[in-house]
Nanobody, 126 residues
Framework: QLQFVESGGGLVQPGGSLRLSCAAS????????IGWFRQAPGKEREGVSC????????YYADSVKGRLTMSRDNAKNTVFLQMNSLKPEDTAVYYC???????????????????WGQGTQVTVSS
């Protein structure tokens, strides 16, 4: 049975940091492209960062470049999203997803995943 368990969200002040985790079960994570997406109330879903299985190339949305870093721990079958210098506009529910067929840039731009986690809330506020 496929499953994603996301954790690490919470309330943080502007300029602070959080580390999101997405633990996968039911499949081997490093065989596929994995993405982090977010959706704020009243806004469209955004592809934040996606990482390819084939060459480890990573795509980042312009809005997060230099502040967010996606990584993968294959031994733990887990992906992470390190979030630094957080801004109020980063407030959203963050989801991880897997694509069986797409590369990193395609997955993030197309906003298409084959299986999604339940999401974790990130709130950036003073």
């Amino acid at each position: 049975q496929l499953q994603f368990v996301e954790s690490g969200g919470g309330l943080v002040q502007p300029g602070g940091s959080l580390r999101l985790s997405c633990a996968a079960s039911g499949f081997t994570l490093d065989y596929y492209t994995i993405g982090w997406f977010r959706q704020a109330p009243g806004k469209e879903r955004e592809g934040v960062s996606c990482i390819s299985s084939s060459d480890g190339s990573t795509y980042y949305a312009d809005s997060v470049k230099g502040r967010l870093t996606m990584s993968r721990d294959n031994a733990k079958n887990t992906v992470f999203l390190q979030m630094n210098s957080l801004k109020p506009e980063d407030t959203a529910v963050y989801y991880c997803a897997v694509s069986w067929t797409q590369g990193a840039q395609a997955m993030c731009i197309n906003l298409r995943g084959d299986y999604w986690g339940q999401g974790t809330q990130v709130t950036v506020s003073s």
